[in-house]
Nanobody, 124 residues
Framework: QVQLVESGGGLVQPGGSLRLSCAAS????????MGWYRQAPGKQRELVAV???????KYADSVKGRFTISRDNAKNTVYLQMNSMKPEDTAVYYC??????????????????WGQGTQVTVSS
């Protein structure tokens, strides 16, 4: 099994910064991609940013130039640095790990787990 543990959410004023972290734990052999999604009240969950094990990155247009995703492959951890935050960034932020290969005795399994979500509120 794989668990994702998120941290770093909270309340920030417009223009401020927050840093989210998400660590994957378990008998992990590899993780293809790790990313952040968010869901605001009454809206669908949307991609914020994703990074592959090779370093390819994709951002939502709404966060380009303000948010930076990074990853520590040795620690199976992904980070999201959020700067110049806006009220419309308010949402529950979820971490996702795609194609996680986990050792299971003589073989392996593949998972794509989600974190529990962390609330981010941008308000004065």
């Amino acid at each position: 099994q794989v668990q994702l543990v998120e941290s770093g959410g909270g309340l920030v004023q417009p223009g401020g910064s927050l840093r989210l972290s998400c660590a994957a734990s378990g008998s992990i052999l590899s993780i293809y991609a790790m990313g952040w999604y968010r869901q605001a009240p009454g809206k669908q969950r949307e991609l914020v940013a994703v990074i592959t094990s090779g370093g390819s990155i994709k951002y939502a247009d709404s966060v380009k130039g303000r948010f930076t995703i990074s990853r520590d492959n040795a620690k199976n951890t992904v980070y999201l640095q959020m700067n110049s935050m806006k009220p419309e960034d308010t949402a529950v932020y979820y971490c996702n790990a795609d194609k996680v290969i986990v050792a299971t005795g003589p073989g392996f399994n593949e998972y794509s787990p989600w974190g529990q979500g962390t609330q981010v509120t941008v308000s004065s």
